[in-house]
């Protein structure tokens, strides 16, 4: 064992000295504490020539006493540095009642009843309840809202797997009689889960079940009598299973996937009466292949599109397989393929809807008429049209919305409405003369009207013009001071949409701005501005993100004091290449479940996710590893710079970001920096990326997220 005795001594005088700073610190919160020791045992690797010193590579062993132990003084001095104030408190209270409502309840018919799973307020996690479903209306138009406040009876419940409300239940499908139902079982943040089949009449699970394990979709057969499933193995890759009720797991047959690596992604998609499958690989975010199984001919798959540079989405509508596609057409469009005459020549199949100025994201059929959803400069259209593709008219959505929309009876659909400033609500349109009316109101506690949403556009280092989104209450004047938050992510072609977030709302409470800023490698203008953020132009996402921080600071809205910056996930990633860039933009950082060691990435494949290979760059490639080692945070780290504040959080459960990264960063960076300034980490055993946190873990999260950034900019109250 490691002679940590400098270490533990250190780590008794800190705890020793809680009580007494903490007075301190709230009277004089620009000194700050020092964070406990962390011994350094330099482990040197040489990659393609380049020699890297890893000080922290102990800390990449979770289980040891070793590392618990760090832990544990990390999480006392984040708490210490943070503090039980009255900010904090109020920011505690305040987002109880921005969280703690209910949200729109649409129900999945199966058999007699109605099942639906949601967390009632003032309950920590959700469970899967049923009720009996109500005869259909005879004039075609749907009731009202489900009330969360219903006696219903519960089907599944959490927390009798587990009382400390960390593992989550899901539904996943019901047999074709709506006698049995596949469940899902989360047990707290990983990404593997179990799955389970639950006979509705009696109550009680069926042998058969999945262990916990990575999956992709499972569904029954068209008959009940098993279920088709994809079982993803860190080692080998996905392959596609059929278990047939009542047989041994072993038993199973492998219908697909054979040569297809862990860096892919393989799904399926069933149609035709179950006649037909649809296997999808997904090479990274930017590429899929197809192949078409005729289940019932004893064939084998073949291959429908393969190699193409370009995505698919697959729905079957009739006897057509309906392809949503970017495959000569950056901003997609909607390709039919007849299914009787599957012809492999794309030049051959039918286009339903053509590539137009905006991104089209989805579609969904109402009243035999197509409703496609696009972005327009990041904010919603929904445009409707004939099945011949002839456009019909367009439902309004406000200007910097974000809007769903869904069938609900003849003639008439539920338009789901959010903006940064709005919290969600639906109303019931007619489709017909447009006309709407109030269906299920915002119960958020949240006067939206008291503040105002802009759209301003930047200019990245090499001219790329990009929006962004600025909120702040209304009548705010720029004077060049105002605690300001920036928000992105860019990468994976996400869509990084301006939705109402209870941290927005907060932060604009206290007289703050909110910016969340657009930028290449997201989605949000097509697969052109995606590709133009990823792999070998990874760095461009940086570029913008702190070109969109320059604005704000240009045009009077803040200075560097008084900016904050805030990313999970791949956006952890951003905002520490930012702080590692530009340390002297940044006042305070916030880097939640983050990819931060991209050099040896590619080696932990216990708990990463081996297709963002195709995203971030392999470092096991020369020519790739020469653009990571340029915003790998870890390895930029460098001694006595002046950084920013940071906070971050992250957890054991872990399986998708690997959660050694943050304990290395959190190391690397108290010992590295050279402004006085805090660096903690908040971190949970039961978190993961897929959750794993209670309600109440989440408000108490969020809160001293907040608390950190806003008392790091100087706001007390």
């Not at 890297?52 to 832990?71: G, M």
Request: net charge negative; charged share 25%; glycine share 10%.
């Amino acid at each position: 064992m490691m002679d940590l005795t400098h270490r533990t001594r250190s780590s008794l005088v800190v705890r020793a000295a809680l009580a007494a700073l903490t007075v301190f610190v709230a009277a004089a919160c620009e000194t700050h504490p020092p964070p406990p020791d962390t011994v350094r045992i330099p482990v040197v690797d040489t990659l393609h020539g380049v020699a890297f010193t890893d000080d922290y590579r102990w800390l990449e062993d979770q289980e040891s006493p070793e590392t618990r132990a760090w832990i544990d003084e990390q999480n006392a001095y984040a708490e210490l540095i943070v503090g039980d104030t009255p900010l904090r408190t109020e920011l505690e209270e305040r987002f109880r009642e921005l969280m703690d409502v209910p949200g729109a309840i649409f129900p999945r018919r199966a058999g007699d009843y109605e099942y639906f799973s949601f967390r009632r307020p003032g309950r920590e996690v959700g469970a899967i309840y049923r009720r009996p479903a109500p005869p259909e209306p005879e004039d075609g138009r749907r009731g009202g809202p489900v009330d969360p406040e219903g006696e219903f009876e519960v089907v599944v419940d959490p927390l009798d797997l587990r009382d400390d409300a960390t593992t989550s239940v899901s539904i996943i499908d019901f047999s074709p009689d709506g006698r049995l139902m596949i469940y899902a079982i989360r047990d707290g943040g990983r990404d593997e889960r179990e799955y389970r089949v639950r006979d509705l009449e009696t109550g009680e699970d069926l042998p058969d079940r999945l262990p916990t394990y990575l999956y992709g979709n499972v569904s029954f057969d068209e008959e009940g009598e098993g279920f088709y499933y994809s079982r993803r193995s860190r080692e080998t890759g996905a392959r596609i299973r059929y278990h047939r009720l009542g047989t041994d797991l072993e038993e199973d047959e492998e219908l697909f996937g054979e040569g297809h690596g862990p860096e892919r992604f393989v799904g399926f998609s069933q149609g035709g009466d179950g006649r037909w499958h649809v296997y999808t690989v997904q090479h990274g975010w930017a590429r899929t292949d197809i192949y078409l199984h005729d289940l019932r001919s004893g064939a084998a798959p073949e291959p429908l599109i393969v190699g193409a540079p370009a995505r698919f989405s697959v729905r079957f509508v009739e006897d057509e397989l309906f392809l949503l596609t970017n495959l000569d057409a950056p901003r997609n469009r909607i390709l039919a393929l007849d299914l009787e005459n599957p012809d492999p020549d794309p030049a051959s199949w039918r286009e339903v809807l053509p590539e137009a100025d905006d991104l089209l994201t989805g579609y969904r059929f109402i009243d035999e008429q197509i409703y496609a959803d696009y972005l327009q400069d990041v904010s919603s259209r929904i445009v409707r049209y004939d099945m011949d593709g002839t456009p019909t008219g367009e439902i309004p959505v406000p200007v910097h919305h974000v809007a769903t929309l869904r069938a609900w009876g003849e003639g008439r659909a539920l338009l789901t409405l959010t903006s940064l400033v709005t919290p969600s609500h639906i109303v019931e349109i007619d489709l017909e003369t447009m006309e709407s009316e109030p269906w299920l109101p915002s119960e958020v506690p949240f006067d939206g009207g008291a503040y105002e949403v802009r759209q301003v556009w930047y200019t990245s280092a090499d001219g790329t013009e990009a929006p962004m989104y600025v909120a702040h209450r209304r009548g705010l004047e720029p004077g060049g001071d105002a605690p300001t938050l920036l928000y992105g992510y860019g990468g994976f072609n996400v869509n990084l949409l301006p939705r109402f977030d209870a941290r927005a709302a907060a932060w604009m409470e206290r007289g703050g701005v909110y910016a969340m800023a657009t930028l290449r490698g997201g989605g949000e203008f097509g697969e052109e501005w995606h590709r133009a953020g990823m792999l070998e132009n990874k760095p461009r996402v940086f570029e913008d993100f702190i070109a969109a921080g320059e604005w704000l600071i240009d045009n009077g809205y803040t200075n560097s004091d008084r900016l904050a910056i805030r990313g999970g996930s791949n956006g952890g990633l951003l905002v520490a290449a930012s702080l590692t860039k530009r340390p002297d933009l940044f006042r305070a950082v916030y880097c939640g479940l983050p990819d931060l060691d991209m050099v040896r990435f590619y080696q932990f494949t216990d708990t990463n996710n081996m297709p963002a290979l195709l995203e971030y760059g392999n470092a096991a490639v020369a020519e790739e590893f020469q653009v990571i080692r340029t915003f790998s945070p870890y390895q930029n780290v460098r001694d006595g710079v002046d950084y920013p504040a940071v906070m971050l959080t992250q957890g054991d459960l872990d399986t998708r970001v690997p959660p050694l990264q943050a304990r290395k960063m959190a190391a690397r960076l108290q010992a590295a920096s050279g402004s006085g300034l805090p660096v903690i980490l908040d971190y949970d055993p039961r978190t993961g990326h897929a959750g794993g946190r209670s309600f109440s873990r989440n408000v108490r999260n969020v809160a001293m997220e907040l608390a950190f950034l806003l008392q790091q900019l100087g706001v007390s109250e």
